[in-house]
T-cell receptor, first 108, second 114 residues
Framework: GQNIDQPTEMTATEGAIVQINCTYQ??????LFWYQQHAGEAPTFLSY????GLEEKGRFSSFLSRSKGYSYLLLKELQMKDSASYLC?????????FGAGTTVTVRA | GAGVSQSPSNKVTEKGKDVELRCDPI?????LYWYRQRLGQGLEFLIY????????KSGLPSDRFSAERTGESVSTLTIQRTQQEDSAVYLC????????????FGEGSWLTVV
């Protein structure tokens, strides 16, 4: 089975940095994904890590440590439009199992 | 098409009625998934298709739920004798297949059972 944990809520100020942690215990591992989901919309793909280390993509970076079962998503230079839910998901052989999501609120 | 397409986008149905939800995956994607998301909760896996076969149906919550896929393309999720607890958004996703490929989601079908 899969057990994926992430904080429920985080609040940060526009222009700041926020780090969303995700820990997992899974029966199989073929990569860790981060998705962004705005209220009432579908999840959209942000990042994918399968090897240890940091993947950077613009204002968003994602880190993975397979030995620790740990990942984080780093959001820099926060903008109001970044207010959303961020979903951590682990892939086994073929499907994604999701954490409950972290709601990030960006304040002016 | 350019993305995963789902219909209807919204459906209100009376308790006890049957509903069908449709998914058109991205052209050429062999893997197709259905997930359910209740209000304020995470995504629950329902079923996975590889081609027209469903090697993993482990997430279907009861025998009222079924799904099929034809032509390695369109999929239909059917919920019989709907109950209020079935109210949720049903998300379809597709992928080219292979363990390293990204999974892309559709906009979802929002189901309300009254």
């Amino acid at each position: 089975g899969q057990n994926i944990d992430q904080p429920t809520e985080m609040t940060a100020t526009e222009g700041a940095i926020v780090q969303i942690n995700c820990t997992y215990q899974t029966s199989g591992f073929n990569g860790l994904f981060w998705y962004q989901q705005h209220a009432g919309e579908a999840p959209t793909f942000l990042s994918y890590n399968v090897l240890d280390g940091l993947e950077e993509k613009g204002r968003f970076s994602s880190f993975l440590s397979r030995s620790k079962g740990y990942s984080y998503l780093l959001l820099k230079e926060l903008q109001m439009k970044d207010s959303a839910s961020y979903l951590c998901a682990v892939r086994d052989d073929y499907k994604l199992s999701f954490g409950a999501g972290t709601t990030v609120t960006v304040r002016a | 098409g350019a993305g995963v397409s789902q219909s209807p986008s919204n459906k209100v149905t009376e308790k006890g009625k049957d509903v069908e939800l449709r998914c058109d995956p991205i052209s050429g994607h062999t893997a197709l998934y259905w997930y359910r998301q209740r209000l304020g909760q995470g995504l629950e896996f329902l079923i996975y298709f590889q081609g027209n076969s469903a090697p993993d149906k482990s997430g279907l919550p009861s025998d009222r739920f079924s799904a099929e896929r034809t032509g390695e393309s369109v999929s239909t999720l059917t919920i019989q004798r709907t109950q209020q607890e079935d109210s949720a958004v049903y998300l379809c996703a597709s992928s080219p297949g292979g363990s390293g490929n990204t999974i892309y989601f559709g906009e979802g079908s929002w189901l309300t059972v009254v």
